[in-house]
């Protein structure tokens, strides 16, 4: 989205739709869209339709040796990207 001061961003866009915001900046949001462009429009849809995916399919919590295992891999998988970079710039 633009950095146009009259079309609200992404994540303010998301803090609306989520009740995120205060009352007056709510109601700015508000009347942003009601006057929004096709492409502001469209991203309130998308999110709408997000939020709705969200609420119906919860993500359920991993067994405790699931989430330790990725925890471990997750780990050792990052050390190796960080020697991977590292191992580029010594190249270059």
């Known amino acids: 989205m633009s950095t146009d001061p009259g ?5 303010t866009l998301l803090d609306w739709l ?6 007056d900046k709510a109601e700015r949001v508000a009347a942003q869209v009601a006057e929004a462009d096709e492409q502001t429009l469209r991203t309130v849809e998308w999110l709408r339709g ?4 969200a ?3 919860p993500l359920e919590e991993p067994p405790a040796t699931v989430r330790e295992s990725l925890k471990e891999y997750f780990a050792r998988w990052s050390q190796g990207q960080g ?7 010594n190249v270059a």
């Open 55 to 57: 609420r119906d399919l």
């Open 83 to 89: 020697s991977l970079f590292s191992n580029r710039r």
């Open 7 to 11: 079309r609200p961003d992404f994540r």
């Open 18 to 23: 989520e009740g995120r915001l205060d009352a």
């Open 50 to 53: 997000f939020l709705a995916a």
